[in-house]
């Protein structure tokens, strides 16, 4: 089973430029969630997809930031425009939906890491 | 509130030394989920452990230990006979919401290292 992959990598860009990040989770999962971890601290929680609809988005920063999961599959998280403060990486982790709770782990991707300018 | 906290930021050890990492949580919630999760270099986010509050039993997976106890609201990892391949970095998370385990609050993390 393929695991959660996320593209690109590594992103530099300058500050005012616009990046979007991609997430695609393990086949199957309908739970998406992104997480930031910024200048060493600890990770946090930005958002939760259940399929395509936005369960919990609360953790999300400001109004720069925008994800979106189209289909209920991939998702991508854009951020426009980047600020110095961005930086960080960011995570996204999917687990399967049993159809009661979210009680199945989180299986993480590698990470994008993000670095402006 | 809640937190996690890891007030080892960074441990470094011989190999086949036994190495504890420090959790503790703050919870306002009688339910709740405690997570281990490992960052090898590669990046990647690695389960090794959920455990529920209303499960205090220690719980053992080959050289890996954990130590749950509500009364000092501890969640602590050990690694017995620690071996190089066990260098990463090591978070603890808490869960409050007992249908949402998904979304997690992290501590800061703690960097081992397993020297030769």
């Known amino acids: 089973e393929a695991g959660v992959t996320q593209f690109p990598s590594h992103s530099v860009i300058e500050k005012g430029q616009t990046v979007t990040l991609r997430c695609d989770p393990i086949?199957?999962?309908?739970?998406l969630y992104w997480y930031r971890r910024v200048m060493g601290k600890e990770i946090k929680f930005l958002l939760h997809f259940v399929k395509e609809s936005k369960q919990d988005e609360s953790g999300m920063p400001n109004n720069r930031f925008l994800a979106e999961r189209t289909g209920g599959t991939y998702s991508t998280l854009k951020v426009q425009p980047a600020e110095l403060e961005d930086s960080g990486v960011y995570f996204c982790a999917s687990s399967h939906w049993d159809g009661s709770s979210y009680n199945s782990p989180l299986h993480f991707g590698n990470g994008t890491r993000l670095t402006v300018t | 509130a809640q937190k996690v906290t890891q007030a080892q930021t960074e441990i470094s050890v011989v190999e086949k030394e036994d190495v504890t990492l420090d959790c503790v949580y703050e919870t306002r919630d009688t339910t709740y989920y405690l997570f281990w999760y490992k960052q090898p270099p590669s990046g990647e986010l690695v389960f090794l452990i959920r455990r529920n509050s209303f499960d205090e039993q220690n719980e053992i997976s080959g050289r890996y230990s954990w130590n749950f106890q509500k009364s000092t609201s501890s969640f602590n990892f050990t690694i017995t006979a620690s071996q190089v391949v066990d260098s990463a970095v090591y978070f603890c998370a808490l869960s409050e919401a007992p249908s949402n385990t998904g979304k997690l609050i992290f501590g800061q993390g703690t960097t081992l290292q397993v020297k030769p």
């Open positions: 086949s199957g999962h309908d739970n």
